[in-house]
Structure formats: C-alpha cells, structure tokens
T-cell receptor
C-alpha cells in the first residue's frame, strides 16, 4: 500500500538549533510533495511544495526541503529554529495529478526559549 | 478575503443522530475534500469532489456521506453508522488534482 512515513513524532529543540524532519514515501512514479504546518490554534497551511525541477525547494519562514528521488525522501530543514516554529508538521504526497493527498502522521515540534 | 469557512467550530451529537458539517469556499476552486484528523494519526481522506455533482470515496468513507450541488459548498454528513465519530474534521479545496490544498479551521465533533 502507498504510504507516507514521518520518522519523528515528537521533537524538542532549543532556539537557534538546526531542524531536520524526515519524510519517506512509498509511491512509484511521478509525485507531488508537500509540507504543511499547523500552528497552535490555526488552520493547516502550506509550508512548501515540490512538483519538478530543482530538488531543493524553499518555502515560507526560512524552511527548505530536499527531494531525493532515489531515497523516496522529502526531508524538511531549517538552519535555526525560533520559538514561533512550535507547531505540528505534516508531510503529504500525491500522484502527479492525483486528488487524494496522503498525509504522514505528523511531527510535533516544540522549540524552547 | 478568500478562504474556506467551516461551521460550526464545535458540534455535539447524541448517539444515533446524523449531523451535517458545513464547508463553504470562495476561492473558485473546483476540487473540495474532507479529512478526519485524530491525535497521532495525521489526516485521513474521507471524501473528495473534483467537480460539481461528482464525488469519490477516500480511505475512510464508511459512515459518512457528502453532496456537491454547488461549486462553493461541500457538506459532510456524519451518520449514525459511523461508530467512532469523535474527531476533528477538516475541509479543504484546490484548483485541481496535484495542486496545493487550502484548509479551513475545522470542526470538532464530540459525542454526548
């Protein structure tokens, strides 16, 4: 079955630490990849996306992600986290023009001052 | 501002009752979606609709029903057949397949 795996369910970091959240998927063929973020009390919003081209994509608030096709991975990174990055992060995958978005189970990030 | 409006924010249901969750969008999106979010489970797709008068089952459609009579609206009915309806329900929309989805604020459904 097609699946999306996020390796870390809970992450705690101090401000200014670097962040990397893992995401792997099991789809074959062409995929569209997304990272969404859900800040406390807010709706889910798009952080960044990859459709094609440069495998290193940049999103909002200093986040970036790298698509490694051979590893079926789309890891999220940020060089220096802030307290305001405390949120839940979801990786999601869909086939190239598919409607069904398959989400990982999410990673809860807590950034301490 | 364009966006997705879900109502109500909180909903309580007695066992055996059907309840309908509202979702309206003014983004002129063709596609709309319903997801269920449970702690530690991520989001799971219930139903989606590519265009008006058309919809498809997602991964967990049992006990739910939808309609898409207007482009702007995609209500979800949680029927009494849904054995574990307590959850957070999210509605989303997009221009089409493979495109980023925009989400509403959600409706939290609880069983009394």
């Amino acid at each position: 079955a097609q699946s999306v795996s996020q390796h870390n369910h809970h992450v705690i970091l101090s401000e200014a630490a670097s962040l990397e959240l893992g995401c792997n998927y099991s789809y074959g063929g062409t995929v569209n990849l997304f990272w969404y973020v859900q800040y406390p009390g807010q709706h889910l919003q798009l952080l960044l996306k990859y459709f094609s081209g440069d495998p290193l994509v940049k999103g909002i608030k200093g986040f970036e992600a790298e698509f490694i096709k051979s590893k079926f991975s789309f890891n999220l990174r940020k060089p220096s986290v802030q307290w305001s990055d405390t949120a839940e992060y979801f990786c999601a995958v869909t086939r190239n023009s598919g409607y069904a978005l398959n989400f990982g189970k999410g990673t809860s990030l807590l950034v301490t001052p | 501002d364009g966006g997705i409006t879900q109502s109500p924010k909180y909903l309580f249901r007695k066992e055996g009752q059907n309840v309908t969750l509202s979702c309206e969008q003014n983004l002129n999106h063709d596609a709309m979606y319903w997801y269920r979010q449970d702690p530690g489970q991520g989001l799971r797709l219930i139903y989606y609709s590519q265009i008006v008068n058309d919809f498809q089952k997602g991964d967990i459609a049992e006990g739910y029903s939808v309609s898409r009579e207007k482009k702007e609206s995609f209500p979800l009915t949680v029927t009494s057949a849904q054995k574990n309806p307590t959850a957070f329900y999210l509605c989303a929309s997009s221009y089409g397949g493979g495109q980023p989805q925009h989400f509403g604020d959600g409706t939290r459904l609880s069983i009394l």
